[in-house]
Each structure stands twice: as C-alpha cells, then as structure tokens.
C-alpha cells in the first residue's frame, strides 16, 4: 500500500508542476522509456521531474520516476488492489478530480496504467503510469480548459519502453520511433 501511495504522491508532484507537428523522441535518463514529445513544445526546468514540457497551448508535460518496487503490478491477484490504491493516492493529489477513464494494461511486456481525469478548473490531466519490476514512470499533461485533449493522449500513447523482439538489437534509426508492439 506504502508503494502505491508512493507512485500517486509523485504524481501529485507532476500534476502540481504539471495538432502534432514533426515529434522528437525523448530518451529519459536511467530508464530505456521513451516518449514521442512534438518539436513545438518547449523545455521547461523543474527540480525532481525527468521531462517537462510546455506546449504551444499552455499544455503542461511531466515525467517523473519513483524508485518503488511494483512486484504487485506484475502479478494478476493483486494487480487491481494496487492500481486502485495508486488511482485513490492520484486523486487525493488532484483538486475536484473527475475521473474521465482508467485502462489497465501492458505495453512492451510493463504494466501501464492510463488515466484521464478532470479538475474542478476544467483542466483535463491525461496519465500514463509505466510500472517497473523496481520503479515507476509516470507521465502527466495538463492541458487547460477548453483545450485540445487528442494531442496529449497521443503523446501519452507514445510513452512506453522501447520494444526489441528477441535476438534483435534493442536500437531504433536515429529520428525514428522505436518499434512497438
């Protein structure tokens, strides 16, 4: 349960900080994760966050990273248990949270969790949390009022660790996203 809260109370720290051109991949350090950030977006310095960008339209993009074991993320009996206590530790972090929509899943083999939720301001936070055998990425835009959601979740679709089928060299061309399940 520590864990989990955890996670959300660092996501609280990204939320709080917190038309796709041509898209850069951004390798992030001490992870092999990367993320598709559109070249319009600018970089924005933030003590304790990995990545922060602001976007053209005020859109606030944050990872951080949590060195926090996840083992129950990775086994199916207790998986729900953990992922409701990281969404309980989010929402107590978030003023007036809404939630809009919560997936579970896997990408390149991790859990992932993706969030989308409300503020009682009209923002809407879009989150994608990467659940590491002994860390967590965890990847929050905020994108203001009235603005356009689609950018952000497809930024957040792109944030995942890079996919290498067995045997092949875990390197994708320069410029190119790595490739993806």
Known sequence: MIRAISVG???GLVIGCAALAHADVVTLPSTR???DVPASWAAVSVEEVVLARRG???ELLAIT???VPNTDA???KTREAYVEQIERGIASKIRGYQKRTRRLGEVGGVPVLDLEARRDDGATIVLRILMFRTYA???????PKRGAV???????GTFAPPFTPAGAAPSAAPGEPPERR
């Open 33 to 35: 994760a990367v993320v």
């Open 150 to 156: 689609a950018p952000a979740r497809q930024i957040a």
């Open 65 to 67: 990273r949590a060195n």
């Open 137 to 143: 990425l965890a990847l929050a835009i905020e994108v």
């Open 56 to 58: 053209p339209a005020g």
């Open 74 to 76: 990775w086994r199916a």
């Open 9 to 11: 109370v660092g996501l």
